[in-house]
């Protein structure tokens, strides 16, 4: 087991160290200052112990003038070198790491939205982002600190057993066993910085959620409520926080104890060593002066221990989540057949959760060009039939063929540019309003931008936008209203000329003289395509070829809808003669 364990940590670190290797020219030269910085460390003690014993032994004023005017250029060089050397620390650990931030951000847009439903935004924010910046501090200070130190030490050590062999021993034992017992219990707080992660990824995804959801939380007086679970999240953190710190500081407590032992047995044994005349007096500041030294290593060891703590937390967290792997897989077809594509689904079954069927041995056959309108209660299932479709979620059994392929065996690009889909929800992103229509596709034109636009009665609302089509719009969508967003989804979906189109009520919003026009546009832009109309209102479905009913999960009805249409104890004809739309609804 111990084995297996190490061989798990050793696995973690090589795949966090793969981030080093794009700026490992970047790190060369962050280990050559670091040498220089730590061997100018180690000079100027020598200066002031030649100063002290030239001034003791009444040596000439020019002597020590230089003496003194060395000590300064070592000063101010070492200074610059260890600004540099912050700096490019800093700078390969955040190359290093936005790699991985991009890495993760890439992973989770792919992954399913099985996944997705469990986590809050909040949450995934605090995984892409914050857990990356524990790794980024340790990465831009472990490459410094921990590699000076023990080129540090090494000098100091190294220098010392030229000086005094029972003094450079006591310092040597002292290092070891700091060193060791840091090694030792390096991993104590690494769980607890874990829990200390994942509390805070809470915290993170409630004040998301509930800012995002902020009109239902001011209108139903909910704010008492999300302060009190507020307060409970934060209690946690801070909880969780403070158990993780008290544990992440014990090595450097101990670090801090053992150094002041170490530091009244050296300067014991120097003065010892200066009264029986063995060493002079710039040898035991020398010795005092090293043995200072050696205690900013040591803490910066401990200081990167608790660090490292923290980012193997962060990283555990962040390789399990690059690691998670999506239930969607790409299939190997790059390409559908060109023209209008035909739909088939062939006992198709589909559950969100394994416990409760949403949609039950489903079959229907829908040919290039036709439109089908669905029709069904709420719950009965419409909306989940186009997510499957174009899968955002996995299937339980049965196949869907689009353009006669099997959408599991397509890639999913190729099924996303020919499948288009107008859902009930609009989302805006930070951009102009152009690249809002065109999701950011610069190869649309403007030309075409205002011709769809104008067939289906958006242009009037651009024109009246301060800047047209430049129009910077906000994240959220709160400057459109419904309908005026639901013609806005419209024209984002027509716009990529698609060749299987679902459209998910698309005019639930709208006030009647407003749907008339839009059926007629939409009538025209869906010539060329094929048609998946979900609707609550009969009126939309007038040009639809075939109809579907659905009522919990199955299918009750399909057919050619004039045919329905004329059968008189068809579901269909009964809501057409009793024109209850709300038996729909
Ligand atoms: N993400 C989800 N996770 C679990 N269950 C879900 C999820 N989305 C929908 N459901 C459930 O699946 C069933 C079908 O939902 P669906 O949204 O497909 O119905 P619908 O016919 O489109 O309804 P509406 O007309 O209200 O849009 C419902 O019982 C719903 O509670």
Redesign the pocket.
């Known amino acids: 087991m111990p084995k297996a364990k190490t061989k798990e940590k050793q696995i973690s670190m090589t795949w966090l160290f793969q981030y080093l290797r794009p700026v490992k020219g970047r790190l060369a030269i962050l280990l050559i200052m670091l040498l220089v910085s730590t061997g100018l460390q180690l000079i100027s003690p020598q200066i002031i112990k030649r100063f002290i014993d030239t001034a003791a032994a009444g040596g000439v004023l020019t002597t020590l003038i230089q003496l003194a005017g060395l000590f300064l250029i070592v000063a101010v060089l070492n200074q610059v070198i260890t600004v540099a050397v912050s700096y490019l620390g800093n700078d390969v650990s955040w190359r290093a790491t936005n790699r991985l931030r991009g890495d993760l951000l890439k992973h989770c847009l792919r992954l399913d939205?099985r996944f997705h439903?469990m986590k809050t935004p909040g949450e995934m924010i605090e995984r892409v982002d914050g857990d990356v910046t524990s790794i980024s501090n340790f990465f831009s200070m472990f490459i410094v600190q921990v590699i000076g130190s023990f080129v540090l030490l090494a000098g100091i050590l190294g220098f010392m057993f030229t000086v005094n062999l029972p003094i450079a021993i006591v310092m040597t034992v002292f290092t070891l066993v700091s060193i060791l017992f840091m090694v030792f219990i390096r991993d104590l707080g690494v769980a607890p910085s874990k829990d200390e992660r994942e509390a805070s990824a809470s915290l993170f995804g409630l004040i998301e959620e509930r800012i995002a959801g902020i009109e239902d939380v001011q209108a139903n007086g909910n704010v008492p409520y999300v302060m009190n679970r507020f307060h409970q999240l934060m209690r946690a953190v801070f909880l969780k926080g403070r158990k993780a710190w008290m544990i992440r500081v014990i090595p450097w407590n101990t670090t801090v104890i053992l150094f002041a032992l170490a530091v009244t047995a050296v300067l014991l044994l120097g003065v010892h060593y200066y009264l029986i005349g063995q060493i002079s007096l710039g040898t035991l500041f020398l010795i005092y002066q090293y043995t200072q030294m050696l205690n900013d290593p040591i803490e910066m060891l401990g200081d990167q221990v608790q660090e490292f703590q923290k980012a193997k937390s962060g990283m555990l967290r962040s390789r399990e989540l690059l690691f998670h792997q999506s239930s969607i897989v790409d299939g190997e077809q790059e390409q559908l057949p060109k023209g209008a594509l035909g739909l088939e689904f062939d006992k198709v079954s589909f559950s969100?959760?394994q416990d409760?069927p949403?949609l039950r041995n489903i079959n229907f056959t829908v040919k290039p060009g036709e439109r089908l309108g669905i029709i069904?209660?709420?719950?009965?299932?419409?909306?989940?039939?186009s997510?499957i479709l174009l899968r955002l979620y996995n299937i339980d059994s049965g196949v869907i063929r689009v353009g006669g392929i099997d959408i599991t065996s397509l890639k999913l690009p190729a099924l996303y540019r020919r499948v288009g889909m107008v859902t009930?929800d609009v989302q805006l992103f930070d951009g102009s309003l152009r690249d809002n229509l065109t999701l950011f596709d610069a190869s649309v034109s403007d030309d075409s931008i205002l011709k769809t636009t104008e067939q289906l009665g958006l242009r009037k609302w651009i024109d009246a936008q301060p800047s047209g089509l430049d129009t910077h719009l906000t994240a959220g969508g709160s400057s459109l209203s419904a309908g005026e967003a639901q013609l806005f989804a419209l024209t984002r979906v027509f716009l990529t000329k698609p060749s299987l189109v679902i459209l998910?009520?698309p005019s639930s919003r709208l006030d009647a003289a407003t749907e008339t026009m839009l059926q007629i546009a939409v009538d025209q832009l869906m010539e060329e395509c094929t048609g998946i109309i979900?609707a609550?209102r009969l009126a939309t479905l007038e040009k639809a070829d075939k109809i579907l009913v659905?009522s919990d999960?199955e299918i009750i009805e399909f057919g050619v809808r004039e045919e329905l249409a004329l059968r008189p104890n068809s579901h269909y004809a009964r809501l057409l003669a009793t024109g209850t739309e709300e038996e729909l609804?």
């Open positions: 939205m439903n969100y959760n409760k949403v069904g209660r709420t719950g009965s299932g419409k909306s989940s039939l997510r009930q998910d009520e979900i609550h659905l999960g609804a």
